[in-house]
């Protein structure tokens, strides 16, 4: 027997997968999700999303994937992993993705044909062309200045003729800086900041799941869900970690409630701190750099 069998669920309310439907927005994701679409349905160039792990950045990228892959004006494409080895290979998956239909060996021909596909579409066909990265904190600063290059593209009305969204944790605002990447920092139109549930707001994330799911009067007691907020620290994906080993539990002891001392024992069963709770199942922790003979890196001027 399954916990979903032992609650009367219909699906599991805790999963790993990122899956939109359970995805409970916030505040802050409603606003994030509403400067994005500002950015691309206005044609202001590019809108970033920067948050820690499990803030819910990945799953964000694809419902606004999704909200313009269904609109005919639109012709979008997604960059799930844009952790490509040089710029070359970054600029030709953008055109594959795009279905230009020809790419060259030359970087600059390459961009050429590229520029001559926008204008196509957007200046004779009236679409906009929406590039979305996400895991923008994996590309290297000289890809971004290629994204740069990207952005100078203009139209006879002036206006961009590509418009670009990228998602990625807080380091990315220090590659955006970067003068490897053409100062692109400079052409961020919008931005947006992801943090740590309120416990409301992870209350009513519980709450939502459960309901998807198909359970209204779910398990979790109040103590419990005070508990699950001090341990996950109000991180979405560490709550939903610890809330499904805790479903486990309750299942294995032959429950039906969820107290603290569930969330607890969940606690201890993944034998994983906080840092680790955070991360996708095939991220690990990086460890940080050093220098000769152990020493930190000297920072820079």
Do not use: W
């Amino acid at each position: 027997m399954t916990y979903k069998e032992h609650f009367g669920l219909r699906e599991q309310p805790f999963q790993h997968a990122p899956d939109p439907r359970f995805f409970y927005l916030t505040n802050q994701h409603e606003t994030a999700m509403a400067k994005n679409a500002f950015v691309a349905e206005n044609k202001l160039g590019l809108g970033v999303t920067m948050g820690g792990p499990g803030t819910g950045k990945t799953t964000l990228s694809r419902i606004m994937f999704q909200k313009f892959a269904d609109q005919k004006e639109f012709q979008t494409i997604l960059l799930a992993d844009p952790a490509y080895k040089t710029d070359n290979r970054f600029l030709r998956a953008v055109i594959q993705e795009f279905e230009v239909g020809e790419t060259q060996k030359a970087m600059q021909d390459s961009l050429d044909i590229f520029a001559k596909f926008l204008e196509q579409k957007v200046a004779k066909e009236g679409k906009t062309c929406l590039l979305l990265i996400d895991h923008g904190e994996r590309m290297k600063e000289e890809l971004y200045a290629i994204v740069n290059d990207m952005l100078e593209l203009r139209g006879p009305d002036k206006k961009g003729l590509l418009q670009v969204l990228v998602f990625g944790r807080h380091e990315l605002r220090d590659k955006m800086k970067d003068p490897r990447s053409g100062h692109i920092s400079d052409k961020v139109a919008v931005s947006s900041s992801l943090e740590a549930m309120t416990f409301e707001d992870m209350v009513n994330q519980v709450h939502f799941r459960f309901h998807v799911a198909g359970l209204d009067d779910h398990p979790f007691k109040a103590d419990a869900l005070k508990e699950l907020y001090i341990v996950s620290r109000g991180n979405p994906r560490a709550a939903v970690r610890l809330a499904e080993v805790a479903m486990n539990e309750a299942l294995r002891e032959k429950r039906t409630d969820i107290h603290a001392d569930l969330v607890r024992q969940a606690e201890v069963v993944v034998g994983m701190n906080h840092e680790h709770l955070t991360l996708q199942l095939d991220e690990e922790i990086k460890k940080a750099k050093k220098g000769k003979r152990g020493r930190p890196p000297k920072e820079r001027a």
